[in-house]
Structures are given as structure tokens and as C-alpha cells.
């Protein structure tokens, strides 16, 4: 069990808007910054989007994240193939003085 | 370009030890914290361990508190991850992380008799 829960899928067919949930508490996405990973097959995960918004060089706009209390939120507009892939978001929890991660969103391109 | 390199990874046995070595370049290691993360096989992320740019402050996931130590060595730009009673639940591709933001490639963790 996640400390930050996620749905296990999500779907849509190229050219659509799809949104991907993180809930947390007031220990950790209450306070701190969400981070979202894109993990492709076979490979490592790399950093979508920081600081809750931000969007490292070389992602694509396609790409924007959001938070509000204690859930943050991908949007990934224009699905494209390629995206389909793991999402999984992370922020620090003051409870746990670690790091924690979400349970991971497997992204289906119809 | 950045870069992060695990090795260390092996087949070991229940009980056992091993220890993973991150080597980067491309930028200042001694200015930023560094992380382990692992990923059992079929599953999600673990954030395993963390450690400030000067080795003063190390946080770790409470299923390894006692049994793993993070370490580095600003001197040769490298990250440590020293693993001892190992049990078949640490079987894992382990990630050496820069901060939270860049990836190295993982290395494989196998603990079986």
C-alpha cells in the first residue's frame, strides 16, 4: 500500500487529454513539492515534471503538472503512442523523513 | 552530458552482502544530495536511501534501517550503497539518483539460494 495513491490505469486514444491523479496528506503533498516520473519500457525512470509544475529542458508542453492541497495532477494533451508508459509521482513525507512514491499509473495509448 | 553508472549488482544468497557503486560525471557531485531508489521486478518505485552533499545527513526507508549504508566519496565522484542481510525481498533493480532529478541506468539485485 502507497503512501500516495494513484489509479493503476489510465487510457486514451491518440490526440486526447488524459489526467492522472496523486493523493496524498497534509505530511507530505500538504507540503512539500510533487515530482512526476515517466517510465517507458525496459527503461529508467526520468523526471517529467518538478516542483509540482515545472517542466525539465526537453519535455515536451505536452506535459504539465499541477497541485492543490494534498493531490497533485499530470495532464498529458495530444496523446501520442509513445507516451504510453509508467507515471509515477513522488514527494518527501515529514512523517517518514524519506521520500515516498506513488503505486504507478500504466498509461494505455487505445 | 550527465551521467550515472551502477555496478555492484549480483546473484548473492539470503543472509548475504553486496555492495553498489554509482560513479558520475558531468556535473559537481559534491553540490547535490544523492538518492537510492529500487524497483522489485513487475512492481512500483522504492525510495530506498538519501544522503547530503557532505555525507552529514543520511535518511533511509524503514525496511532497510540498520541493514544499509549510504555512503560517497566527493574525492572520486561516487555513490555507495553497502546492503547486508539480504533477504529475497531486496531483489531489485536498484537506481542511483541525482537528488530526485537524474537517473542512472540500474543495476540488478538478486537475492536467491
Not at chain 2, 2 to 9: R, T
Not at chain 2, 36 to 44: F, L, S, Y
Not at chain 2, 45 to 67: C, F, M, P, T
Request: proline residues 4%.
Amino acid at each position: 500500500q502507497s503512501v500516495l495513491t494513484q489509479p493503476p490505469s489510465a487510457s486514451g486514444t491518440p490526440g486526447q487529454r488524459v489526467t492522472i491523479s496523486c493523493s496524498g496528506s497534509s505530511s507530505n503533498i500538504g507540503t512539500h513539492i510533487v515530482n512526476w516520473y515517466q517510465q517507458l519500457p525496459g527503461t529508467a525512470p526520468k523526471l517529467l515534471i518538478e516542483n509540482n509544475d515545472q517542466r525539465p529542458s526537453g519535455v515536451p508542453d505536452r506535459f504539465s503538472g499541477s497541485k492543490s492541497g494534498t493531490s497533485g495532477s499530470l495532464a498529458i494533451t495530444g496523446l501520442q503512442s509513445e507516451d504510453e508508459a509508467d507515471y509515477y509521482c513522488a514527494t518527501w513525507d515529514d512523517s517518514l523523513s524519506g521520500w515516498v512514491f506513488g503505486g504507478g499509473t500504466k498509461l494505455t495509448v487505445l | 552530458e550527465v551521467q550515472l553508472v551502477e555496478s555492484g549488482g549480483d546473484l548473492v544468497q539470503p543472509g548475504g552482502s553486496l555492495r553498489l557503486s554509482c560513479e558520475v560525471s558531468g556535473f559537481t557531485f559534491s553540490t547535490y544530495w544523492m538518492t537510492w531508489v529500487r524497483q522489485a521486478p513487475g512492481k512500483g518505485l522504492e525510495w530506498v536511501a538519501n544522503i547530503k552533499q557532505d555525507g552529514s545527513v543520511r535518511h533511509y526507508v524503514g525496511s532497510v534501517k540498520g541493514r544499509f549504508t549510504i555512503s560517497r566519496d566527493n574525492a572520486k565522484d561516487s555513490l555507495y550503497l553497502q546492503m547486508n542481510s539480504l533477504s529475497a525481498e531486496d531483489t531489485a533493480v536498484y537506481y542511483c539518483v541525482r537528488g530526485m532529478d537524474v537517473w542512472g541506468q540500474g543495476t540488478l539485485v538478486t537475492v536467491s539460494s
